[in-house]
């Protein structure tokens, strides 16, 4: 390769001081100053200093021993910027400090490493002109992008010469010193690979054993202080089914974190990607699950301050300081967000701030109120355990934010959550339906243009050709196949449902000329076929991806399974993002984190498990169950749960079935019992042994609905007197 180096030689005659070097295993090479604070003087000569002063000299060998270990399986630069005071003034420098090489000696990362010693970088200047290192030694946090040239100038002050030189991958974290927790300085990655998971691999140092440390937000992404969410996103999980509904892309799940008593931070525990979507968004979702918003901060952040929502018609013009993410966003040409913040009703603790990116359609940019009323009406129907964090129910009044981003942002909030979605279902013997969506607080009673398109269709119950000239309204937010039509701005077919009879009528529907965009036909065989190549060419460049990347193939997680996701995330030296994304590309809807459970995946499949007590089945000389009902329930045995209920040292047993109530469940434990549950509670074993309160419905269906998925037909429960609970 043209860009690499052949002799260490060569890279020691573009630095401006005498080098010593040393050759690591497997593959690096570390340098340093042959003499002591020799890059010092030469960095004071070219600012014409009176003086400079650094880092104390033990310091310098524990971040010295730190680097020599961090080895990167990629091509790649690491270095260390690290407080000089220089006249005075505080600024970041490089000189004096190791750097190392991985896998290649490289041309490029050389000339970047020679033009970060001719740099001095403020500490404390204009905050629109800050470098990435800099932002990390005032926040603390870390920053990662997969590729320098989505920075802009002004987030990147040497983005001219890392797009000369070829450079993508970059990720800086800060080092603090133990125990007075004082900033170091900063680590700083940089490679000419673009989308590197470099935040992966600085998982096997030990910061501690050379009284250094990271700040605990990082501790979270290496895994060291993992919170126990998990659990708690299983209960969260209808918010896919809603970014499938309305065809959104994106949509992440933040969770609040707070490091210390002035800080809080959150960060992304979870993602849905459209499994159609382009490769960038999962670059997007991992910088998410590498990087932290601030409590105030972003949409995110002021969504969590404010127990409320938030809008943003533009993210890409949000300040990187504010919005961490703002170069990938520009990336993946992010446009529009809502953030709303969320706690469940079974318990305060469990908040989450919901992001949804919205699709870049000039459609929205007129009638954002419309949709948002839409998606709230959704999310409410998905997530019944859920309210707003301020207490308010979804779909009720409430006031969303708006983050300003241009003067054309003349309002401050507006008010979104009443009732508006209303359909007239289909009547037997009726030929045309209404299917319409109004805003109720539409101001001088006047109706919005862009609320509804008029389809020409007809429906026919007996007929096989179509002549008649009738018309159905359509909101244009409505799903499929009204909302394909709208995000393709073009033609659909559509299948008419009759009398609960699906006719195929292979009638094409002309959208208005609401779009000025020629019309596309986007149902014919060929298209469909095209669309399943790429698709499957997609899948398998992702796969080889992961493979050279980080070797994991789809044997080695299996030989994972029956491990935490965390723990199995830890011995394969990747994230825990990291690995859910993997997962998701091999088609692995669930990590199987027991080991006391058979699970069999199948990649066309998804997933199946085998049972471990399983309905009987029809045996000479006895009953055949399979349409025997329960004498508890009166169900089929495939629809109920076995309970094994205990009771001061007693143990009942009985059948349920899995569609049955906590009333209903109350009332057979009574009957059985013959005690009054007014003073007691019943907690049901989940999965992870742990024991779970049912205060609702929705806790008795989610534990046996959990259960059964995966292949157990028994609940163990626990009633305690409250007082005891």
Known sequence: MEHLVQQVSEVCSVMPCELDWCQLKPNGWAFWSTKRDDELQYQQTISAADSVVSTSGMVKLRIKSLIANMLIPHISLVQFWSPIQINGLTFLSTADQLFVFNKELD????????????????????????????????RWLPEYNPDVQSYSAAEFPLLQTAIRLGLHSYYAFPLLKLPDQRCLGVFEIVSAQPS?????????????????????????????????VEDRLDEIEGLYEILERHGLLFAQIWIPFSPSSSLKVLYCASTSIDKHSSSMYHDFEYASGVCFIESGKALVGRAFASQG????????????????????????????????????????????????????????????????????????????????????????????????????????????????????????????????????????????????????????????????????????????????????????????????????????????????????????????????????????????RIEKDHGITRKILEEHFGMSLQDAAKN????????????????????????????????????????????????????????????????????????????????????????????????????????????FSIKYQDEDDDWILITTDSDLKDGMHSLRSLGRTTMRLLVTPEADS
């Not at 998971?197 to 250094?212: Q, R």
């Not at 913040?341 to 305060?348: C, E, H, T, V």
């Not at 508890?632 to 495939?638: E, L, R």
């Open 309 to 544: 929502s938030c809008f943003c018609k533009d993210v890409t013009q949000l300040s990187i300081k504010e919005y961490p993410l703002v170069p990938n966003a520009r990336k993946v040409r992010f446009t529009q967000s809502f953030a709303i913040f969320l706690q469940s009703k079974s318990a305060n603790d469990i908040v989450y701030v919901v992001e949804y990116f919205l699709p870049p359609n000039e459609m929205f940019a007129r009638d954002t109120k419309t949709f948002l009323n839409i998606l709230l009406s959704t999310m409410k129907e998905l997530l019944p355990g859920f309210i707003v964090a301020s207490g308010d129910e979804l779909g009720q009044r409430m006031l969303v934010e708006v983050v300003k981003v241009s003067p054309s942002d003349e309002l401050d909030s507006f008010e979104i959550g009443q009732p508006l979605l209303s359909v007239q279902s289909l009547q037997d013997g009726r030929e045309t339906t209404d299917i319409f969506c109004q805003q109720s607080n539409l101001q001088n009673g006047e109706n919005n243009g862009a609320n509804a398109l008029l389809v020409s269709s007809c429906i026919s119950r007996k007929r096989d050709s179509l002549n008649c000239d009738e018309t159905v309204e359509v909101h244009p937010f409505l799903p499929h196949p009204i909302e394909e039509a709208v995000r393709n701005r073009g033609k659909v077919n559509l299948d008419v449902a009759h009398d609960d009879h699906i006719e195929d009528t292979n009638e094409m529907m002309q959208l208005d000329s609401h779009f000025e965009q020629p019309t596309l036909e986007i149902n014919s065989a060929a298209n469909a076929a095209t669309n399943s190549d790429n698709i499957h060419s997609h899948k398998n460049n992702a796969i080889q």
């Open 107 to 138: 041309k490029r990362l050389s000339s970047y490493r020679r033009l970060c010693l001719d740099t001095l970088i403020p500490i404390d200047y204009n905050e629109a002109l800050l470098a990435p290192p800099v932002r990390v030694f005032r």
């Open 196 to 228: 590197l998971c470099l935040p992966d691999l600085i998982k096997g140092l030990n910061f501690e054993s050379v009284g250094l440390y990271i700040p605990n937000p990082i501790n979270i992404l290496l895994g060291l202080l993992e919170p126990q």
């Open 572 to 679: 394969l030296c990747v994230s825990r993002a990291t690995l859910k994304r993997i997962c998701r590309e091999y088609e692995i809807t669930r990590w199987p984190h027991h080991k006391t459970r058979k699970v069999n995946f199948h990649v066309s499949q998804g997933v199946s498990f085998q049972a471990t007590e399983p309905c009987s089945f029809p045996r000479k000389g006895t009953e055949y169950l399979g349409n025997k009902k329960s004498p508890a329930t009166g169900k089929p045995c495939d629809s109920v749960m076995t309970l094994k209920v205990t009771y001061r040292g007693d143990i009942i047993k009985f059948q349920l079935s899995l569609s049955s109530t906590r009333v209903e469940l109350e009332g057979e434990v009574e009957k059985r019992l013959k005690i009054s549950l007014q003073c």
